[in-house]
Nanobody, 124 residues
Framework: QVQLVESGGGLVQAGGSLGLSCATS????????MAWFRQAPGKERELVAT????????DYADSVKGRFTIARDNAKNTVYLQMNSLKPEDTAVYYC?????????????????WGQGTQVTVSS
């Protein structure tokens, strides 16, 4: 049973920053792609950012490009999401996810393991 545990969410004012962490019970190096998704109330879950095994390939949703940064430390079995210049529309539950597929994927359907989520609330 693979477990992903997110931490670091909270309440922040618009323009502020938050850093999220995701610790895994299995070596992160075994996951070719890891990702952060988010889901706002009444909306579908959407991709925020993805990162490949080495960290050399990353992708971001257009809405967060230039403000968010995904990173991974395979030695610590942890994935990170640094969020800067936060906006009220970034308010959502943020989920860490990992896929067993041994290729780079940005498709939500390919993700096999999910964390329980951490709430991020940005006040205006």
């Amino acid at each position: 049973q693979v477990q992903l545990v997110e931490s670091g969410g909270g309440l922040v004012q618009a323009g502020g920053s938050l850093g999220l962490s995701c610790a895994t019970s299995r070596r992160t190096s075994s996951f070719y792609t890891m990702a952060w998704f988010r889901q706002a109330p009444g909306k579908e879950r959407e991709l925020v950012a993805t990162i490949n095994r080495s960290g050399g390939i990353t992708d971001y949703a257009d809405s967060v490009k230039g403000r968010f940064t995904i990173a991974r430390d395979n030695a610590k079995n942890t994935v990170y999401l640094q969020m800067n210049s936060l906006k009220p529309e970034d308010t959502a539950v943020y989920y860490c996810a990992a896929t067993n597929r041994q290729y780079y994927s940005t498709q939500i359907r390919n993700y096999d393991y999910w964390g329980q989520g951490t709430q991020v609330t940005v006040s205006s």
